[in-house]
């Protein structure tokens, strides 16, 4: 038996989640960093057979794989006398870190 | 030497905790899940020589066990023309996930 | 390759990370005890090769060694009719936890 250690942003935190779970895995989600009011990471503790870490490897590569997204920033709130034209930034989001760890014991009560 | 990995309920973390300690077991409390006005979960990291396991899964067994309660739905505040009977509504509460791993070291700073 | 578990003070968490990335470890900050307006703990993941164990136990002794400092506490903030003489106290802060632990795997996605 493997204890499966998944760090992942929060914004893919949801969506793994939900996957993991679709795919009868039994998700134990620790706490987010940063806490009130700002975003951070959240911890997954999966409990699997050996045969079944790479299946949970693949779920967290395709939903939490870091990648480049495009955002375009707000127009600023006080007027400006020219034309505003908003450039789009391009940022990363995303990514995880995972551990696999042997476990002796797995419990539930 | 192991590391007992306990997740618990944030309501019998108190309770755990102050048995463990009772136990002269030493106890690190991670965080909890949910933050600020939210109730989630505590995990709780506790260093054990290996005879020493089943003893702490004893204690989560007895103070976090999964467990149906009965909660009495409070009145409503604004008023109603009837009688109000207000039902008690089963809920499980408590439960707790525990894996158990080997470890090479343990250190106090 | 192991996985150093390390939970240390909040004061003394910020130093230690820019220390162990100053030398070139990859560490995963997870989340705080206590939560909003509350101080806690900081546990930090770093997965490293077995001969790199050493080097952040080292690391992690000097910068989270449990220690006693002197606290002033500050002058009251209702005037008294005598002369206030604070007197400093002795508290322990910093200390940290580490378990050491094993690894099969190690991603980053
Ligand atoms: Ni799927
Ligand atoms: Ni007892
Ligand atoms: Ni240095």
Redesign the interface.
Known sequence: M??V?A?VHDEDAKRLLEELTEHQFRV?????????LKA??T?M?V?VENEE?EKV?EL??EN???RKELLTAPAPVSGTTGVFIPHPVEVTVG???????????????
């Open positions: 493997k204890l250690i760090i134990t989600k620790l706490s987010t960093t940063g806490g009130f951070g990471n911890t503790l409990g870490v490897k967290i590569n939490c794989k870091s990514g995880a870190t995972v551990f696999v760890v042997d476990v002796d014991e797995y419990h539930k009560y």
